[in-house]
């Protein structure tokens, strides 16, 4: 089959604002495609090509030559040549790069080189990419899509839990476990807007320190350890920190859930920014080291010396922990039913400068890759991880930069909501607490990601997060939940989060007062 056809579906995708409709399509599309061009189709459409790091930024992509007249590109071909392009390492590296890519353009399209484009510099604009295409492969197996909701958070791999659900169906999806070295989407957590609602919740509950750090899954096989964050980034060589004390445990394998963060010289944390700057650097990792040194701190445990941990309740793998990891690398923790220990060991998280607690269900198994009620995060003010969906150009001192921010949150099957709604739901507007350099930075990064204009307005990709603080909800007929912030101001950027792992409506319901 010809790459045209999969750039066409992922343009049709994009067009549809209805979730049901995206997953028609590229349901269709894949009943229709060839065994052999399976994987290299979801590879492309998810996204998942992006870890291919065939690196070769998306500015240099316009420099490459003309369209071809016609289409002539297979897609399995053009999965081989991206491989190819990815494969190529060392002195010399980049200008060959530069021609395998200049050789796999020059075949394409003027369309299927927009696809390219838009696929090696993660611009895709299918909506959410995970849960849509989980569900179109689960409607073009014919499997249930919690089967395949499963697999993916098993295995990470989008293709290859196509391959596995189009071929062997549902006994094949369920053969996906935990595996050492493979990362799995982690548990997250709801929100609640102080701990004696939490504690309403859940009690006994177990609490932990909220740390504002970087969520790491680190994975330990005998000497061989792989740490990845969230998203599932393998950053192992930029913190051998996190290496050493994976290695420093009693365990012959495991797979650890935790945080990774910069702590100053009085053992406070420093602000979010500089921990995620030295995560995030490509810079000589032993140097970094030297000048903001990480410290590690683990709250879970999912597997431990071949035995998988995720289906026990929460107290029992907490023990297993315990026993494996010294309480200096451990969060502190707390279980207890009462309200007053409750409230003073959060009062103790906030003067020791960390974010606020976690409230955890004993009994709760790990949920991974999803929000669910076992685990409840607190913190002293009411926040949020929204996405930006449209900013505003500034006036005055702000003319020239893009100023008010559009903020929605993440539609999740909420009631209340009509389909035509959208993936994004509108909660409001904000221009406060932008500094000059997040100005600048949401500038650039918005118009990268620009999809329209009027004279006032940019509307854009909804993938950048950012977390936004505000004094509460109000009834608003303007926005389609009937909901809006009240006095919301911006807090920072999360580029450690994908837009995927923003708030859904419901977890914002969920902190709405109820008589609202």
Same mark, same amino acid.
């Given at each position: 089959?010809?790459?045209?056809?999969?750039?066409?579906?992922?343009?049709?995708?994009?067009?549809?604002?209805?979730?049901?409709?995206?997953?028609?399509?590229?349901?269709?599309?894949?009943?229709?495609?060839?065994?052999?061009?399976?994987?290299? *189709?979801?590879?492309?459409?998810?996204?998942?090509?992006?870890?291919?790091?065939?690196?070769?930024?998306?500015?240099?992509?316009?420099?490459?030559?003309?369209? #071809?007249?016609? *289409?002539?590109?297979?897609?399995?071909?053009?999965?081989? #040549?991206?491989?190819?392009?990815?494969?190529?390492?060392?002195?010399?590296?980049?200008?060959?790069?530069?021609?395998?890519?200049?050789?796999?353009?020059?075949?394409?399209?003027?369309?299927?080189?927009?696809?390219?484009?838009?696929?090696?510099?993660?611009?895709?604009?299918?909506?959410?990419?995970?849960?849509?295409?989980?569900?179109?492969?689960?409607?073009?197996?014919?499997? &249930?899509?919690?089967?395949?909701?499963?697999?993916?958070?098993?295995?990470?791999?989008?293709?290859?839990?196509?391959?596995?659900?189009?071929?062997?169906?549902?006994?094949?999806?369920?053969?996906?476990?935990?595996?050492?070295?493979?990362?799995?989407?982690?548990?997250?957590?709801?929100?609640?807007?102080?701990? *004696?609602?939490?504690?309403?919740?859940?009690?006994?509950?177990?609490?932990?320190? !909220?740390?504002?750090? $970087?969520?790491?899954?680190?994975?330990?096989?005998?000497?061989?350890?792989?740490?990845?964050?969230?998203?599932?980034?393998? $950053?192992? #060589?930029?913190?051998?920190?996190?290496?050493?004390?994976?290695?420093?445990?009693?365990? @012959?394998? #495991?797979?650890?859930?935790?945080?990774?963060?910069?702590?100053?010289?009085?053992?406070?944390? %420093?602000?979010?920014?500089?921990?995620?700057?030295?995560?995030?650097?490509? %810079?000589?990792?032993?140097?970094?080291?030297?000048?903001?040194?990480?410290?590690?701190?683990?709250?879970?445990?999912?597997?431990?010396?071949?035995?998988?941990?995720?289906?026990? &309740?929460? +107290?029992?793998?907490?023990?297993?922990?315990?026993?494996?990891?010294?309480?200096?690398?451990?969060?502190?923790?707390?279980?207890?039913?009462? %309200?007053?220990?409750?409230?003073?060991?959060?009062?103790?998280?906030?003067?020791?400068?960390?974010?606020?607690?976690?409230?955890?269900?004993?009994?709760?198994?790990?949920?991974?890759?999803?929000?669910?009620? /076992?685990?409840? !995060?607190?913190?002293?003010?009411?926040?949020?991880?929204?996405?930006?969906?449209?900013?505003?150009?500034?006036?005055?001192?702000?003319?020239?930069?893009?100023?008010?921010?559009?903020?929605?949150?993440?539609?999740?099957?909420?009631?209340?909501?009509?389909?035509?709604? /959208?993936?994004?739901?509108?909660?409001? !507007?904000?221009?406060?607490?932008?500094?000059?350099?997040?100005?600048?930075?949401?500038?650039?990064?918005?118009?990268?990601?620009?999809?329209? @204009?009027?004279?006032?307005?940019?509307?854009?990709?909804? +993938?950048?997060?950012?977390?936004?603080?505000?004094?509460?909800?109000?009834?608003?007929?303007?926005?389609?939940?009937?909901?809006?912030?009240?006095?919301?101001?911006?807090?920072?950027?999360?580029?450690?989060?994908?837009?995927?792992?923003?708030?859904?409506?419901?977890?914002?319901?969920?902190?709405?007062?109820?008589?609202?």
């Amino acid at each position: 089959m010809l790459l045209q056809q999969v750039a066409a579906a992922s343009r049709a995708t994009a067009a549809e604002p209805a979730r049901t409709a995206k997953t028609a399509l590229l349901a269709e599309l894949l009943r229709g495609l060839p065994p052999a061009d399976l994987h290299a *189709a979801v590879l492309l459409l998810s996204g998942e090509s992006r870890r291919l790091r065939i690196g070769v930024g998306p500015a240099t992509l316009p420099e490459l030559p003309p369209p #071809a007249e016609r *289409a002539q590109l297979g897609i399995a071909e053009t999965e081989a #040549a991206l491989l190819a392009v990815a494969g190529v390492h060392g002195p010399g590296s980049q200008p060959e790069r530069r021609r395998l890519l200049t050789l796999l353009f020059s075949r394409a399209t003027a369309d299927e080189q927009d696809f390219l484009r838009r696929v090696l510099g993660g611009d895709l604009r299918q909506g959410a990419l995970d849960a849509v295409l989980g569900d179109a492969v689960a409607a073009a197996a014919g499997v &249930p899509a919690a089967d395949v909701r499963r697999a993916l958070m098993f295995r990470g791999s989008a293709a290859a839990v196509a391959r596995a659900a189009l071929e062997g169906g549902t006994p094949a999806l369920r053969a996906f476990g935990l595996e050492v070295g493979h990362p799995v989407r982690p548990m997250l957590a709801a929100a609640a807007p102080d701990v *004696a609602s939490a504690l309403e919740r859940i009690s006994p509950a177990a609490l932990e320190w !909220k740390l504002d750090g $970087i969520r790491v899954q680190v994975h330990r096989d005998g000497g061989r350890v792989s740490v990845h964050t969230r998203s599932l980034d393998d $950053i192992t #060589a930029r913190v051998p920190e996190v290496v050493e004390a994976a290695l420093g445990l009693p365990v @012959r394998s #495991a797979v650890l859930d935790g945080e990774a963060i910069a702590l100053g010289a009085d053992s406070r944390p %420093r602000p979010f920014q500089v921990t995620a700057a030295r995560t995030a650097s490509q %810079r000589d990792a032993e140097a970094l080291r030297a000048e903001v040194p990480l410290s590690v701190f683990f709250f879970d445990l999912l597997h431990r010396d071949g035995r998988t941990l995720l289906d026990l &309740p929460g +107290e029992q793998r907490f023990a297993e922990l315990a026993e494996a990891v010294p309480p200096e690398l451990r969060v502190p923790r707390l279980v207890t039913d009462d %309200r007053g220990e409750a409230e003073a060991f959060f009062r103790d998280a906030l003067a020791h400068g960390h974010e606020g607690v976690v409230v955890k269900d004993p009994g709760a198994r790990y949920a991974a890759g999803r929000r669910g009620a /076992g685990w409840i !995060k607190v913190k002293p003010r009411h926040t949020l991880d929204l996405v930006v969906l449209a900013a505003e150009w500034g006036s005055g001192r702000r003319r020239g930069w893009l100023s008010n921010l559009h903020l929605g949150a993440r539609r999740d099957g909420a009631g209340g909501l009509a389909e035509g709604t /959208g993936e994004w739901v509108m909660l409001g !507007k904000t221009f406060k607490g932008l500094t000059d350099e997040m100005l600048a930075f949401q500038t650039r990064e918005l118009l990268l990601r620009e999809v329209g @204009r009027d004279a006032r307005t940019v509307r854009v990709r909804p +993938e950048l997060v950012v977390e936004v603080a505000f004094d509460g909800l109000q009834r608003s007929p303007r926005y389609p939940a009937g909901l809006a912030l009240r006095f919301a101001r911006v807090l920072r950027y999360r580029t450690d989060k994908t837009a995927q792992e923003a708030d859904t409506i419901t977890a914002v319901r969920a902190l709405a007062p109820a008589d609202l």
